[in-house]
């Protein structure tokens, strides 16, 4: 059970939209979460958070949750945090801390969490009508079958090299396509 891998926790509590307007610290934003297997730390943005709060700062290895959103297929999205620096996690997120590292990969962790398998078991979790939420003692209960170490190095690795041509094909394409409209210009002026 995933429950005996780690523990989770939340993201801020207890914030106004005026602890968002500036702020002493960076927050990891739920897009950020949503859309990254690996969260980016320039797509962070800022908070205001005291030192006599309560909240819990996200760490290297940190695994992150998208925990509510208006679709069941967008609830669950998994997205690992790799930077030193020491940020909190939005509201509308969760985060679940290994208790050991050295047994479970966190890249390839995440990786495994956004896999069609385990995913299906997430949104199985999932609840609401208008609006879906996971909850993390939902998610403690969900089964997993983890492979040796070894086994989770060479996927992880394997699916960093695919990620990272796929992200270099749209830098590409993107120019490409910047090229293109370039030269249509040209061609109609």
């Known amino acids: ?3 005996k891998l780690g523990e989770f926790f939340g993201g801020l509590s207890g ?18 979460v949503y859309k990254n297997i690996i969260a980016q730390i ?5 908070v205001n958070v005291s030192t006599d709060e309560n909240q819990h ?3 290297a290895g940190d695994i992150m949750f998208t925990q509510s959103s208006e679709t069941i297929e967008e609830v669950g999205l998994a997205s690992l945090w790799m ?19 050295h047994d479970v990969i966190p890249l390839w962790f995440v990786y495994f969490m956004r896999s069609a398998r385990v995913r299906k078991k997430i949104m199985r ?9 996971l ?13 040796n170490t070894k086994e989770q190095q060479k996927a992880a690795s394997i699916l960093s090299i695919c990620d990272f041509k ?13 090229l293109k409209k370039g030269l249509l210009q040209q061609l109609f002026v």
Not at 169 to 176: G, N, T
């Open 125 to 133: 979790e999932g609840q609401g009508i208008t609006r879906v939420n």
């Open 135 to 147: 909850s993390a003692e939902r998610m403690k209960q969900i089964i997993l079958r983890i492979p």
């Open 42 to 46: 320039d797509n962070c943005e800022k």
């Open 15 to 32: 914030k106004t939209k005026d602890d968002f307007e500036s702020g002493n610290s960076q927050y990891i934003t739920y897009m950020n």
């Open 1 to 3: 059970m995933m429950g």
């Open 57 to 59: 700062p996200i760490i």
């Open 83 to 101: 930077h030193e620096e020491t940020p909190y996690l939005n509201s509308f997120c969760f985060a679940f801390r290994l208790y050991n590292q």
């Open 166 to 178: 796929i992200q270099y094909a749209v830098k590409q394409l993107e120019c490409m396509r910047k």
